[in-house]
C-alpha cells in the first residue's frame, strides 16, 4: 500500500501561557490545517491511501492546564456510533478542528490519522474527575476515505505535558483499512513502555502502527529515526511516523518503516516540512517477531588480557565501558546481570575512539524506566570522559558481532551511521539465552550498534 508522513513545522503561539479566546486559537489553529490540507492533497495526488501528521502539529506545545483550553476540541472517547464530522458538524460544539480533517479526508478520498487537544466534562461523582470539571487529552484522532471518524487514542504516557491529563485506563485502540487490515496507534513517549503500545500490539497481532510524535531527539541511544527503526524491526511491523520539525528544540526525524527497509527524514539544517510518501508491502500475520528465539552463531571467548573498565555517563545513565581498540579484537564488559560481548573488525584504523558500553539499571532522567543495554559507541574524542557523548559523524567501517545476555525479550536493536543514517543488521536474534546483532560493514561511518533491552516489570 502507499503511506505519507508529514514532518510539520508548526506555527507556534508566541505565547502559549497567555489566555486567548476561541476564536484566537481557531486562527492559530487554522494556519496550521492550511498546511496540513496542502499536504493531504499532495499525498493523494501521489497515490497515498493514508496520511499520518505529528503529535502537536496543529496547536504547538508548552501550554498550561487553562492556557491550552481554548485549542481544545470536544471529543466523545467512548464509542459514538458512525459520527462523519464534515457531513454533520452540527452535532457538537466546540468541534471546528476535527470537521477539518474529516472534511480533508473526505475530500480526498484518503485515511487520516492527525493529533490534536481534546475536552470531555467529567462528573464530581467520577474519582479521576479533575477540580475544573473536564479532562484533558492528547488525542490522536483517525478517519477514514469517507471522513468519519473511526477511532480516537488518548496519549497514555505524557512527557512533562501539565496541560493534559493521563486517562483513567489505558486505550487499546485500532482501526481497519481495506488495503492493510489493522492499524493500531499510539504516541510519542508511549513508544518505550509496555501499556499500551507493546500491549496492543501483542494482543491484537498487530502488523501496521501509526504514530504521531513530537521527539526530541537523544543521540546516542535515542535519536528519533534510530528508535522508530529499532521498534519496527523488533516487533516486525510497518511503523508510519510522523514528528515535528523544530531543530532549535533537536526535533525531526520522521518515517516510513518496514523490518528491511526505510524511507527517513532527519534533517537539522533547514527549515520548513517534509512529506514522505512510500509504497510498502503488507506485513501478513503469519510473520514472527524478532523477539521469539532464532538460531544463530555466538562465537566463544578466549582468555586474551582485556582492557581495563571505565565508566562514563551517556544519557544521564551511568555506563561501564571497555575501548575498543586496534583493528581486531574481542571484548567484554559487565554490569549487574547483565554481560555485553563484541567482536569487531575494522578495515582500517582511523583517528577515532570507539567504546562498548553496559548499563542494567533503573533510569531516572526525564521518566523512569528500566534498561538493559549493550552499546558499541563513537566517542565525542579521543579521551574516555567523551565516551557518551552525543555525536552525528564518523568514518570507521566495523564489521562486528555484538551479544548481551539479557533478562528481558524486549530488545530494539540499534545501527545508526554517519549522518543520522540507518543500516539494517545482517542477523540477529536469539542464541543459547543470548541476543545477538551482527553486520559487515556498514554503508557509513559507524555512530552506534546497540541492543537496547526494556526490562518493563522493573520499572
Not at 490545517?33 to 497515498?48: C, K, P, T
Amino acid at each position: 500500500y502507499v503511506a505519507a508522513v508529514y514532518e510539520h513545522e508548526s506555527i507556534l503561539s508566541p505565547d502559549p501561557t497567555a489566555l486567548v479566546d476561541r476564536h484566537s486559537a481557531l486562527e492559530l489553529m487554522g494556519r496550521n490545517l492550511d498546511i496540513y490540507e496542502q499536504q493531504v492533497v499532495s499525498a493523494a495526488r501521489q497515490g497515498a491511501q493514508i496520511i499520518v501528521f505529528p503529535e502537536d502539529g496543529i496547536h504547538g506545545f508548552n501550554f498550561t492546564r487553562s492556557s491550552i483550553y481554548p485549542y481544545l476540541d470536544f471529543v466523545l472517547h467512548s464509542h459514538f456510533g458512525k459520527w462523519n464530522p464534515c457531513r454533520e458538524p452540527y452535532l457538537f460544539n466546540d468541534t471546528e478542528v476535527i470537521q477539518r480533517l474529516s472534511c480533508m479526508a473526505l475530500k480526498n478520498k484518503i485515511f487520516l490519522v492527525a493529533n490534536l487537544g481534546t475536552k470531555q466534562p467529567c462528573e464530581r461523582t467520577d474519582p479521576h474527575c479533575p477540580p475544573d470539571g473536564r479532562y484533558q487529552f492528547n488525542t490522536n484522532v483517525a478517519f477514514d476515505d469517507d471522513g468519519v471518524l473511526i477511532a480516537t487514542y488518548r496519549k497514555h504516557n505524557l512527557y512533562f505535558e501539565y496541560a493534559f491529563d493521563t486517562p483513567p485506563e489505558p486505550d487499546y485502540k485500532l482501526f481497519d483499512t481495506p488495503f492493510a487490515g489493522k492499524f493500531g496507534m499510539f504516541t510519542c513517549f508511549d513508544i518505550l513502555f509496555f501499556e499500551p503500545a507493546v500491549n496492543l500490539i501483542r494482543q491484537y497481532n498487530l502488523k501496521q502502527i501509526v504514530y504521531p510524535t513530537a521527539w526530541m531527539n537523544q543521540l546516542p541511544l535515542l535519536s528519533a529515526v534510530e528508535f522508530q527503526q529499532a521498534f519496527a524491526t523488533a516487533f516486525n511491523i510497518n511503523i508510519l511516523a510522523a514528528n515535528i520539525h523544530h531543530p532549535t528544540l533537536g526535533m525531526t526525524g520522521s518515517g516510513i518503516y518496514t523490518p528491511v527497509k526505510s524511507f527517513i527524514y532527519h534533517n537539522m539544517e533547514s527549515y520548513g516540512g517534509k512529506l514522505i510518501v512510500a509504497e510498502i508491502p503488507v506485513i501478513s500475520t503469519g510473520y514472527e517477531t524478532n523477539l521469539e528465539k532464532t538460531p544463530g552463531k555466538v562465537s566463544e571467548k578466549g582468555n586474551e588480557q582485556l582492557p581495563a573498565p571505565f565508566y562514563a555517563e551517556m544519557m544521564y545513565d551511568n555506563f561501564t565501558f571497555v575501548p575498543v581498540w586496534g583493528e581486531k579484537g574481542e571484548l567484554q564488559v559487565c554490569a549487574n546481570t547483565l554481560c555485553c560481548y563484541l567482536n569487531y573488525q575494522r578495515a582500517l584504523l582511523t583517528d577515532e575512539l570507539y567504546a562498548l558500553g553496559v548499563f542494567d539499571g533503573l533510569h531516572t532522567v526525564h521518566g523512569t524506566y528500566y534498561v538493559q543495554a549493550c552499546a558499541l559507541v563513537k566517542c565525542g574524542g579521543l579521551s574516555f570522559s567523551t565516551c557518551g557523548q552525543e555525536v552525528t559523524d564518523a568514518t570507521a567501517l566495523i564489521d562486528f558481532q555484538l551479544w548481551g545476555n539479557m533478562s528481558t525479550p524486549y530488545i530494539f536493536p540499534l545501527l545508526l551511521t554517519s549522518g543520522i543514517t540507518l543500516d539494517f543488521a545482517d542477523h540477529m536474534g536469539w542464541k543459547n539465552n543470548h541476543y545477538f546483532i551482527s553486520k559487515n560493514k556498514t554503508s557509513f561511518g559507524l555512530l552506534t550498534a546497540a541492543l537496547y533491552g526494556r526490562w518493563y516489570e522493573k520499572d
